[in-house]
């Protein structure tokens, strides 16, 4: 089935691979498709981008047509599913997760949302009511730029209520998180603690006694202690992140390393093996492209010399590096100072000699390098080591990806597009930092944020993603983020930096074909075609037919992966 690639055209207008017309059951004389999917489709192929219905055939797209023709197909034991006023699309795939972390944060304490640092209180006070002492309580996800002032939490707020628990509570963009009195002690952190290269210990600025606050890698400090999840756990959480994506019609997920650093080299393959084993098991819902730490590159080219890259549901696909910290964490890396804070520039928190080194070496290992960068200045000098390494090995097809790439300068955004880099980016960032943005960098800076526009009529490869669990899983808040550009404080009903805004299909291309190319998938999904993979989602509404301001009310009727119904709704 997996080798069906060619297309030949049917009478009636229907689309069927030459392959299929040879196979039982797939042609009018000789039998049935094993599902039909009747509604508007839309294709994902520029030549042909609407359909009235899909067949699949085992775990393939048998055909893709009109209504009529495609009918022809249906037999007595196919099963046949009607969109009704909704819309058919390619199964979504989101370029930038960080999938067992999801998992183990949809059953901890989640903090997104607290308005206030009393309600931030109340919901640790209730979770660490629940649990035994001395276990650790983790996850999070807080942002202090939605309180009255916007203070950064400090140990004393949650102290009197985790007295039996340590806490290490990362905000929402992962760049820094809050420990309480025991899980500093637990890590010897005090006073006399001294800094933490690309990271921060905050302090009190009349003490110098640690707050809890700890940003990049100084959280390592803390990290360390916290005992690491058995495989049982870890194979718990991979099982309901893949249930969570497929409820929201994910079907791929590019899932990268969380943070640099020897912690994250273990994070990475604790993933790997917990995706192994649900692949050796049978019981895979997402297909995952896999990006271990950029560090570890060696040890990744060892792996895929030994054992090859894997398959089309689980792949072995590269390395994932880290520039600078985040916006919302002051460590996003500029050329000039923030403005809310004159005497921080961000931070470097991989440096740049170990960064050309490994960036390197990993390209001439043959190894797809992806890089997180969001500064300016971070931007311009992975831009700058991806140039110099490119020509350095020669043209091969190399596929580099700037993860997040949130600043851009104008002769960035060129040279990106004409060196051929992709842009992993997350739209639903753009709703959440536009509150808050101008005040940290100004407003001449913040015209050069998620600049989605500007990258697609300059020739970049747009591909979008969540960053979850640092934004939400659901690439349809995400297109909703795009087109609109609407802030989640309502105060852009018009689109913050509204030049930016991209269209609904501009929006579905990023989300499927684009995010196809990005992981070396683009012959077997992102489009509906014959021979392609059987992944689709089933929306409730039909995307290009309603007002661009009620596209974060669509939902996800149904997920197919592999022919497969995984998730459904009425």
């Keep these: 089935m997996r080798a069906m690639q060619s297309a030949c055209l049917l009478a009636a207008g229907v689309w069927l691979s030459a392959a299929c017309q040879s196979m039982p059951g797939l042609t009018t004389a000789s039998g049935p498709a094993d599902l039909v999917i009747y509604g508007r489709v839309w294709t994902?192929?520029?030549?042909?981008?609407?359909?009235?219905?899909?067949?699949?055939?085992?775990?393939?797209?048998?055909?893709?047509?009109?209504s009529a023709a495609v009918s022809e197909l249906v037999g007595s034991r196919t099963r046949l599913i009607h969109g009704g006023k909704g819309m058919v699309a390619p199964g979504f795939m989101d370029a930038h997760v960080?999938?067992?972390?999801?998992?183990?944060?949809?059953?901890r304490v989640d903090l997104r949302g607290a308005s206030s640092p009393a309600e931030f209180i109340t919901r640790i006070k209730q979770h660490a009511a629940k649990l035994p002492p001395g276990e650790w309580i983790e996850g999070g996800s807080w942002d202090h730029e939605a309180w009255p002032g916007a203070p950064l939490p400090e140990r004393g707020w949650i102290d009197s209520v985790t007295a039996k628990n340590p806490v290490f509570l990362n905000r929402l963009d992962?760049?820094?998180?809050?420990?309480?009195?025991?899980?500093?002690?637990?890590?010897?952190?005090?006073?006399?603690?001294?800094e933490i290269e690309g990271g921060?210990?905050?302090?009190?600025?009349?003490?110098?006694?640690?707050?809890?606050?700890l940003k990049e890698n100084a959280r390592d400090l803390v990290n360390r202690v916290i005992p690491g999840p058995s495989a049982v756990q870890s194979d718990s959480a991979l099982a309901r992140a893949m249930r969570w994506a497929a409820s929201h019609g994910v079907t791929a997920v590019a899932t990268v390393s969380d943070d640099p650093g020897t912690l994250a080299i273990a994070g990475s393959w604790r993933e790997l093996a917990a995706l192994k084993r649900a692949h050796r098991s049978g019981t895979m819902l997402t297909r995952v492209s896999v990006y271990v730490s950029l560090e570890a590159w060696r040890a990744m080219a060892d792996t895929l010399k030994a054992y090859g890259p894997g398959d089309d549901w689980l792949r072995a696909a590269g390395v994932k590096g880290f520039v600078d910290g985040s916006l919302g964490s002051t460590t996003a890396l500029f050329y000039q100072p923030y403005n809310d804070a004159p005497t921080a520039s961000g931070l470097l928190v991989t440096p740049e000699d170990s960064l050309r080194a490994w960036i390197g070496g990993a390209d001439s290992a043959g190894l797809q390098v992806v890089v997180h960068a969001i500064?300016?200045?971070?931007?311009?000098?992975?831009?700058?080591?991806?140039?110099?390494?490119?020509?350095?090995?020669?043209?091969?097809?190399?596929?580099?990806?700037?993860?997040?790439?949130?600043?851009?300068?104008?002769?960035?955004?060129?040279?990106l597009a004409r060196?051929?880099?992709?842009?992993?980016?997350?739209?639903?960032?753009?709703?959440?930092?536009?509150?808050?943005?101008?005040?940290?960098?100004?407003?001449?800076?913040?015209?050069?944020?998620y600049a989605f526009r500007t990258l697609l009529d300059n020739g970049a490869r747009l591909g979008f993603g969540s960053d979850w669990t640092v934004a939400p899983l659901d690439p349809l808040l995400g297109i909703y983020a795009a087109v609109t550009r609407r802030t989640l404080d309502g105060k852009h009903p018009n689109g913050w930096v509204p030049e930016q805004k991209i269209t609904v299909e501009e929006a579905l291309q990023a989300y499927t074909s684009t995010n196809a190319w990005g992981v070396h998938a683009e012959g077997s999904r992102g489009k509906l075609a014959p021979g392609y993979d059987a992944d689709l989602v089933l929306l409730d509404q039909d995307l290009t037919a309603i007002p661009p301001e009620a596209l974060e009310r669509v939902a996800v009727r149904a997920t197919i992966i592999g022919g497969k119904v995984v998730f459904s709704k009425p």
């Excluded at 994902?44 to 009109?66: E, F, H, L, M």
């Excluded at 960080?98 to 059953?107: D, K, M, Y």
């Excluded at 020669?394 to 700037?402: E, K, S, T, V, Y």
């Design 44 to 66: 994902g192929d520029s030549a042909k981008p609407w359909a009235q219905a899909v067949a699949v055939a085992g775990d393939t797209i048998a055909a893709v047509g009109d």
């Design 419 to 449: 060196n051929g880099v992709m842009a992993s980016m997350q739209p639903y960032h753009a709703l959440d930092d536009g509150r808050w943005a101008e005040k940290r960098i100004g407003p001449e800076r913040i015209k050069n944020m």
């Design 200 to 213: 921060t210990i905050v302090r009190d600025p009349k003490t110098g006694e640690p707050t809890g606050v």
């Design 375 to 415: 500064g300016e200045r971070a931007n311009g000098l992975l831009l700058d080591i991806y140039d110099s390494v490119a020509k350095a090995h020669g043209p091969r097809d190399r596929r580099f990806r700037i993860e997040h790439a949130q600043h851009l300068r104008r002769g960035d955004i060129l040279q």
């Design 98 to 107: 960080h999938l067992l972390a999801g998992g183990f944060h949809i059953a």
């Design 174 to 194: 992962g760049h820094m998180a809050l420990a309480n009195s025991a899980a500093l002690r637990l890590a010897q952190i005090t006073r006399a603690t001294k």
